[in-house]
């Protein structure tokens, strides 16, 4: 099933919409996508302060009037050098307080056609919108430097694409959400647990036949050919090679399908410390996540890593995201770091080749170093 159009949003003239009628397309589709263009970046970046946004023009999807909200120079301090990007649901007074809609939604780049596609837009995660919580979205969707320099910025310009899915049956939203929350009352309740973890001193219990359904090497360990002298009903497995926050996150998404949540430590007296030192224990729990997800073939958890630490690559994590994805196999991961490094400046890359991540991939994967000279060979040809 492809996408329908529900139109374009231009903004021009450093951060008013262009009135452009002509372009407005609503849909009652369930999939659709919605264009916003933005001109004169340059003059839009320097006359809209960090916390203020620009409006996208409504647009019908699923039976529900929405807009996308842009922020040049992020929504608040701490994101300053980031653009923002969120969904909005526009609410109507005779709206039910308790009634919300499931949506399934990405942000993307015009010419990122793998993220543009069905699967792509069906793995990601499913947010509610209600009266209470309308919006949702990226703090952080790109750097602004990264963007000024890749090739996405043309003529002083981009074009952002918003997919989504709007899961608007009501039953079936109704059965997936109570199954769902079913299944997480037992994880939290551990009523019919038959099996338990230890993962580094933390132990979990959990129901082989969850884990199975969800796991071929999970099936395997629990009633396979690796059940004998690993998983007999009473004893407990020992895992010690994993982090037990990124145990306790791969079940949370084997129980409830969706993409769990990083738990966050207190904020620190200096906010812009917090941030940089939540960022890379972001980083790291992300990585470590997506070598789990690998490593207990959970394909749908490890494109969901993927993509998240694909849209958030940076100067100082790039080379360690290189050899992660060298080392598990992964293409997406590879080609989305390769396309960073070529749209990087001389000292940009210099400051990459600095970095700890840099120098372990030196190390554990130097053949990745030849592709790379290629690509970057043929970039100054071109």
Known sequence: MSASFAGVSVVSHGGELCPCA???????????????????????KKFTPTGQSIISRPFIVGDHEWCIQFFPNGDKPSCADFISLYLRRLIDDDDDEDKFVEVKF????????????PVYIRGSKTYKFSRSETTWGSDRFTRKDALEQSRNMKYDGFTIRCDLIVCNTEVAATITHDIGQHLNNLLQTKVGADVTFEVN??????????????STVFMAQLFGPMKEGTATTSSVIQIQDMEASVFSAMLSFIYTDSFPEMEKDDMQEDEAQAVEEEDEMRLQWLQELFAAADRYDLQRLKYMCVKHLSENIQVSSVGSNLALAEQHHCRGLKEACFRFIQAQSLSCLQRIMATGGWEYLITTCPTVLNDLIIRLALNQRN
Request: net charge negative; with cysteine; proline share 0%.
């Open 106 to 117: 990405s942000f993307s780049f015009i010419d990122q056609v793998e993220k543009q596609k």
């Open 22 to 44: 002509e372009l407005s397309a609503d849909t009652s589709a369930d999939y659709a996508y919605h264009l916003l263009v933005v001109q004169d970046y340059t003059c839009t």
């Open 201 to 214: 001193g933390e132990t979990f219990a959990a129901h082989r036949c969850v884990l199975a359904a969800r």
